[in-house]
């Protein structure tokens, strides 16, 4: 996935305040969409630190945190034995290169990460895949951002051209909002941030 090497090199300093805060609100925007989450299994999409998916193991009857950078999967690994957490395991995969026939989960969230992925289409089509029947997929990420600039990450998605290509790939019944604006949140310029719910 895209910036593995940048992920790799900050895995160990990469819990600070304002990433965890972040981390907080966009999980508590995640549970409002979670329906009968006790009896699903649950992906954490480029997960990062974990900061997402550990506020929400007591949401899911078990959650797989998945990644390309092992040294951030590393951490959550230390997080899981320190704690002694039961449901959660970790994966170090590449949807990009590689094909992941053999993971699949009732829901899929990920924070942060579709504006890493250069060419977003084929990632969501794999995740399409990964979802059991019915499964959902939900996306938090930045709303498009002009003043944001930069050669390494998207600037934010219109949330309208979004549904009209997860529509395309098959998704169903997907609804979004923006839910949260903050002070220097994206490139150190002021952004809002939205989550999209979609269903297999």
Known sequence: MGNTDIFEAMANKYDIPERIKIARISADAIREYIV??????????????????????????????????????EQINKKIADSNIQNASTICFDFETEAGTHIHADYIFMVQVLLHINDIEPILSRLYEVLNPKGHLLIVDFNKNEKVISDKVHNGFVQEELVQLMTKIGFKDIKSETFYTGNKIFMNQDASLFILDSKR
């Open 36 to 73: 009968n989450g006790k009896d699903k299994s649950a992906i954490d999409f480029g997960c990062g630190t974990g900061l997402v998916g550990m506020e929400l193991l007591n949401d899911f009857n078990s959650v797989i945190f998945l990644d390309t950078s092992q040294n951030m999967l």
